[in-house]
């Protein structure tokens, strides 16, 4: 069973950026495929940026070229670059395991990212 724990969040004005940490422990995750999701208010979870155990990204339509999604298998942990925020992006940020929004394995605390002038 794998735990995951995010971290980075925070209050943002439009334009700004945010690094998003997310530490998986219990097990290593270096030949999962990982993937941010998030949860705005009001709306159901989304799937915003994947990456592959072989470092190949893919993200949604509404972040492509804004976020990053990267990863460091020697502490078992991946990122999520948020540059030029937006409002839209403002939700509760989790990561799991594959791409569907049930996860893999169960749901961390996530990380609130809100972005607001």
């Known amino acids: 069973q794998v735990q995951l724990a995010e971290s980075g969040g925070g209050f943002v004005q439009p334009g700004g950026s945010l690094r998003l940490s997310c530490a998986a422990s219990?097990?290593?995750?270096?030949?999962?495929?990982m993937s941010w999701f998030r949860q705005g208010p009001g709306k159901q979870r989304e799937l915003v940026a994947t990456?592959?155990?072989?470092?190949?990204?893919n993200y949604a339509g509404s972040v492509k070229g804004r976020f990053t999604v990267s990863r460091e298998n020697a502490l078992n942990t991946i990122y999520l670059q948020m540059d030029n925020l937006k409002s839209d992006d403002t939700a509760v940020y989790y990561c799991?395991?594959?791409?569907?929004?049930?996860?893999?394995?169960?749901w961390g605390q996530g990380t609130q990212v809100t972005v607001s002038s």
């Open positions: 799991n395991g594959g791409t569907g929004s049930t996860g893999v394995w169960p």
């Open positions: 990456i592959t155990n072989t470092f190949i990204t």
């Open positions: 219990g097990r290593s995750i270096k030949i999962s495929t």
